[in-house]
């Protein structure tokens, strides 16, 4: 059991208490982070005098070995080292004799796995930010294509007013934009750097800690070593903003569950994106979309955990504050996962324009434009909600739609109804009326669509798939 303690102790750690106390089995996760972290250290180190130059020469070189070694399959991390920290320095100071051992001169490992959390945190926000970018490249496609697809809205669920598919795809993408926001948001506030802050109580070795943050791209260091070595803050908003983009695949998800089903029919979804029933062979299940949408407990879960963890921990590390890594590790591949299967269901999934449309006007989604019309008319709009309500009444017991009924029978309830009703409640003049700002009307997304296409293109996002 190769462990970075035990001069205290006089007796080995039972070993089912080794193998529980033990991380290596998950946080071997940010190898990479955890060498990286070393070689700014040990730089950092040399420049102050603390290393010689030979000794920072073999410590870098070795640690150089053995990231491409790991990386080549050539050494396996295995789990008679304790955690990540362990394996790093058994096997530098095996291959580079006692220069190895002063790698962990002026830190602990508190320091350390806090560093390596915020490097693997920072690391995979920028690669859930991709696949977010991703996502609304499909969408922005959708909307382009569909500025004129008109389907019904709804609220409760029920058909309420007609819009377009453009405008409804629209919805989501200001949802997954806010979401890169708050990943940048939290980016931003989480970049500083707690390597320096020893335990808890810094270190008496005259660390330049400026030096370090800026060598891993750090803003700044942290400011309180208490702090550096017990704040898991970004972890929690982290699990909270996925949770948050969890939620608004799931609430599409839901919404192409349901456009699926044979009663609504407006999307075919592809072939490469569904499974089939092993009883009923008409069946074309969507079953990512339903993975989606039941992976989102998953998250939601993770970040309930970490609440409910760090809600009794005093200053300042605690053991428990492990049990962050499985739970952080496990969310983030769950949304990356998810964001590119979704991306890749939407960008090959059909649109059945016609079943659109035809909801749309079957639904009585132009009754408030009905309405309107005699508001327009002088007529009170409460009087004319009844108006429309009565004539909704008549359509239903007859199973025609607004469109159908007669102008006569229009006119024994209000005779303030005239030919131009029909131009009135034409799909595509309900529609295309509706201007202001956020409204479904094609000039209005069109602007909207242009300034997403701006957006996509700006320096700052053309470059993360560059």
Known sequence: MAQLWGGRFTKE???????????????????????????????????????????????????????QDVREGKLAITEEYEDIHSFVEANL??????????????????????????????????????ELYRLLLALQKIMEENLHTYMPGFTHLQKAQPVTLAHHVGAYFEMFVRDRSRLLDIRKRMNTCPLGA????????????????????????????????????????????????????????????????NEYRFVEIDDAYSTGSSIMPQKKNPDIAELVRG?????????????????????????????DKELTFDAIDTVKGCLALFTGMISTMKFNRENMEESA?????????????LVNHGVPFRDAHGIVGQLVLKCLER??????????????????FQEDIYEAIRLDTCVEKRMTLGAPGSQVMERIVRENREYLKSEKNACILS
């Open 93 to 130: 100071t095996a291959r580079i004799g006692d220069a190895g051992k002063k790698l962990h001169t002026g830190r602990s490992r508190n320091d350390q796995v806090a560093l390596d959390m915020k490097l693997y945190v920072r690391d995979e926000i920028d690669a859930v930010d991709e």
């Open 13 to 67: 750690t039972d070993r089912l208490v080794y193998q529980f106390n033990a991380s290596i089995s998950f946080d071997q996760k940010f190898f990479e982070q955890d060498i990286r972290g070393s070689k700014a250290h040990v730089a950092m180190l040399a420049k102050q005098g603390i290393l010689n130059g030979e000794e920072k020469r073999q410590i870098t070189e070795g640690l150089d070995g053995i990231l």
């Open 361 to 373: 006007k079957n639904g009585f989604t132009n009754a408030t434009d009905a309405a309107d019309y």
């Open 198 to 261: 020893g335990a808890l109580a810094g270190t008496t070795y005259p660390l330049d800690r400026e030096y370090t943050a800026e060598l891993l791209d750090f803003d700044a260091p942290t400011r309180n070593s208490m702090d550096s070595v017990s704040d898991r803050d970004y972890v929690i908003e982290l699990l909270c903003a996925l949770s948050t983009i969890m939620m608004h695949l799931s609430r599409f998800c839901e919404e192409i569950i349901l456009w699926n089903s």
């Open 295 to 323: 992976k989102t407990g998953r998250v939601y879960g993770a970040l309930t955990s970490l609440l409910t963890t760090m809600k009794g921990i005093p200053l300042a590390y605690n053991k428990d504050m492990q049990e």
């Open 399 to 416: 199973g025609i739609s607004l469109d159908e009924l007669p102008l006569e029978e229009y006119r024994e309830i209000s005779p303030v």
